[in-house]
Structure formats: structure tokens, C-alpha cells
């Protein structure tokens, strides 16, 4: 398994710029996640979800958007950049059941915003 | 909504010392209390959980205790190496319902050689 891939790895936009930030699980995990990291500080939650077709906004949601069509692919789409969205994004899924929840991470994508 | 707080933010030790990372969470009905360890420049990755039906867990140099009256749980490194340098976070959710995971905001650990 690959676990959870992220796309692009790297990537500088321009102020007003929009791109779309792809990720991918082969786990067949229920739950999908989108963290912000800024330098030295703590994951902030973007968006989730818990299945295809059902997403919910975390701590930090405005000027992003996601979609969740299949189990597989999680998205998170980025309108009109900002300097402030300059970040490392990371993915990430897991098989939430009974027992546990255990989150498995993308290796992420280090975004900057000029 | 679940609060999860995390102390100390930043620790020291020598080689060869415990170290110890305390979190508090606010909603008892969370059940499932994983420990992250994030090296620099890398993912967060799993180090160790524990359920809210145990007291402690262990594995090798790392234990995790839980103490549901006064909802914290404690992360401990016995005998400290260079490699245990990193940030750990702490998280807490209820695994069988659909509200999100949440985070500490991170311990950085620096070991000391």
C-alpha cells in the first residue's frame, strides 16, 4: 500500500492565484483530514470527512474548499491565495471504528504565497 | 467541543533521562487518546495509543498513562536518546461517534547528548 500520497509536493503561488491540492488513500480508510502547519506551531484542522459525499469544516476553513466524491480522494481546493495561507498542508486518514482512530499523514505540501 | 491542552511546550533533558509530556481533555466521552512524534521536516506519525478501558500502556522506552476521573494522560521516555528529539503532539477523540480529533499544540523535545 502507499498509504497516503499527496500532490504537489512544493508549490509557489501568486496573490489571487487558486489551486487545487490532491489527496490520495489506498486504505480504504473512512475518515479524510486536512491540516494547516504553520513554522514551529500546531496542526490546525481545515476540513474533514467522515465518507464519500460528507465533509465539515474544522478550525480554520475560510478561503479553502473541499469535496469528497469518492473514498479514496480528498481534495482541497485553495481560492484567490493569500500570503497568510503560506503553509505546509498535510493530509491525512483513518479506519475510525470502536476501537480506534488512528490517523495516518501525507507527506505534505509545502505551499508559499507570494 | 473537546479541548486538549498540552505541557510543557517546549523540555530539555540529558541523554539518558525520562521525559515526561502531560495532556488534559475536557469532554468525557472521548475514548481513544493517540501520541504523535513529528521529526523535523517530516509527517506526524503514531507512536503509541491507549484506550479509555486502560490505565498504561507500554512499548520498549515509551509508556502512555490515562487517568479518566481526571481526564489527563501522560506520555513518557525512559532513557533518552539523541533520536527522540522532535515535537510530540497529543490528541483525544471519541472513536465511535463522527466528531473530528483533537490536537494538542505539540511538546518540542530536545535530548541533550
Known amino acids: ?14 496573490i489571487g492565484q487558486s489551486m487545487t491540492l490532491q489527496c490520495t488513500q489506498d486504505m ?6 486536512w491540516y494547516r ?10 476540513y474533514y470527512s467522515v465518507g464519500a459525499g460528507i465533509t465539515d469544516k474544522g ?3 475560510n478561503g479553502y474548499n473541499v469535496s469528497r466524491s469518492t473514498t479514496e480522494d480528498f481534495p482541497l481546493r485553495l481560492e ?22 488512528t490517523q495516518y499523514f501525507g507527506p505534505g505540501t509545502r505551499l508559499t504565497v507570494l | 467541543g473537546e479541548n486538549v491542552e498540552q505541557h ?7 541523554e539518558g533521562d ?37 490505565g498504561e500502556k507500554k512499548d520498549q522506552r515509551i509508556a502512555v498513562t490515562l487517568n479518566k476521573t481526571a481526564k489527563h494522560f501522560s506520555l513518557h521516555i525512559t532513557e533518552t536518546q539523541p533520536e527522540d528529539s ?21 511538546t518540542k523535545l530536545q535530548v541533550i547528548p
Open chain 1, 80 to 101: 484567490l491565495a493569500a500570503p497568510s495561507q503560506t503553509s505546509v498542508y498535510f493530509c491525512a486518514s483513518s479506519l475510525r471504528d470502536r476501537n480506534t482512530d
Open chain 2, 8 to 14: 510543557p511546550s517546549t523540555l530539555s533533558v540529558q
Open chain 1, 37 to 46: 502547519q504553520d513554522p514551529g506551531m500546531g496542526l490546525k484542522l481545515i
Open chain 1, 1 to 14: 500500500n502507499a498509504g497516503v500520497t499527496q500532490t504537489p509536493k512544493f508549490r509557489i503561488l501568486k
Open chain 2, 18 to 54: 525520562s521525559a515526561v509530556i502531560k495532556c488534559t481533555y475536557s469532554d468525557s466521552a472521548s475514548n481513544y487518546f493517540p501520541w504523535y512524534k513529528q521529526e523535523l521536516g517530516k509527517r506526524p506519525q503514531l507512536i503509541i495509543d491507549i484506550r479509555s478501558n486502560v
Open chain 2, 86 to 106: 522532535a515535537v510530540y503532539f497529543c490528541a483525544a477523540s471519541y472513536s465511535g461517534g463522527y466528531q473530528k480529533v483533537t490536537f494538542g499544540t505539540g
Open chain 1, 28 to 33: 480504504n480508510h473512512n475518515y479524510m483530514y
Open chain 1, 59 to 61: 478550525e480554520v476553513p
